[in-house]
């Protein structure tokens, strides 16, 4: 298994470009989360999708940031216009819900973002 | 509001010691806690606590989780440079299955 991919892993921009960032989720896995980590906040839950449908977005900071799962194994988390306190690393994690049991999210190894 | 806070934020120890991660947590419909370690890249899973008073056990880790307490500890003994990371705490609960959230980590040093 290739595990979680993510791409690009670095990304240097800026202020005022649009950023893509793109996951693709370990197969079979049907839930899908988008962390950003800080140094200062740590890591966050920006929003998540269960079966390609987004179920929480609260974490998302404001509208310059969007996300979409056209389908079970591509996500995008997009950031238009980008600002440098945007500059963070954003990870992909996903996870298998089997009934009666738990598990744990697996996560990418990121995307360093930097924005000028 | 979920809440997860872990101590010490950062311990400084040397090879072969033993340490102790503390990591309370406040939350509704509470079902898993699960610990991470982040070296300097992606957080890798140690362990998944339901239940507790059962302990989870991995070479020198083991972790233990107090759900009346609302708190777990990971234990690591006889330590090694190679330790020295990041270690996150997080719990899953409330309405959304599946959701997590994160504490702030501990930073562990190992010298040699």
């Known amino acids: 298994d290739a595990g979680v991919i993510q791409s690009p892993r670095h990304e240097v921009t800026e202020m005022g470009q649009e950023v893509t960032l793109r996951c693709k989720p370990i197969s079979g896995h049907d839930y899908l989360f988008w962390y950003r980590q800080t140094m200062m906040r740590g890591l966050e839950l920006l929003i998540y999708?269960?079966?390609?449908?987004?179920?929480?977005d609260s974490g998302m900071p404001e509208d310059r940031f969007s996300a979409k799962m056209p389908n079970a194994s591509f996500s995008t988390l997009k950031i238009q216009p980008s600002e440098p306190r945007d500059s963070a690393v954003y990870f992909c994690?996903?996870?298998?819900?089997?009934?009666?049991?738990?598990?744990?999210?697996?996560f990418g190894p990121g995307t360093r973002l930097t924005v000028l | 509001e979920d809440k997860v806070v872990q101590s010490p934020l950062s311990l400084v120890v040397h090879e072969g010691d033993t340490v102790t991660l503390n990591c309370s947590y406040e939350v509704t419909n509470f079902r898993s806690l699960l610990w991470y370690k982040q070296e300097k890249k992606a957080p890798t899973f140690l362990f998944m606590l339901?239940?507790?008073?059962i302990e989870k056990k991995s070479g020198r880790l083991s972790s233990i989780l107090d759900k009346k307490e609302l708190f777990s500890i990971l234990n690591i003994t006889a330590t090694q440079t190679g330790d020295s990371a990041v270690y996150l705490c997080?719990?899953?609960?409330?309405?959304?299955?599946?959701?997590?959230?994160f504490g702030q980590g501990t930073i562990l040093t190992v010298h040699p």
């Open positions: 997080a719990v899953e609960g409330g309405t959304s299955y599946g959701k997590l959230t």
């Open positions: 994690a996903s996870r298998r819900r089997l009934a009666g049991t738990y598990n744990e999210q697996f």
């Open positions: 999708f269960n079966n390609n449908v987004p179920i929480d």
């Open positions: 339901t239940s507790s008073g």
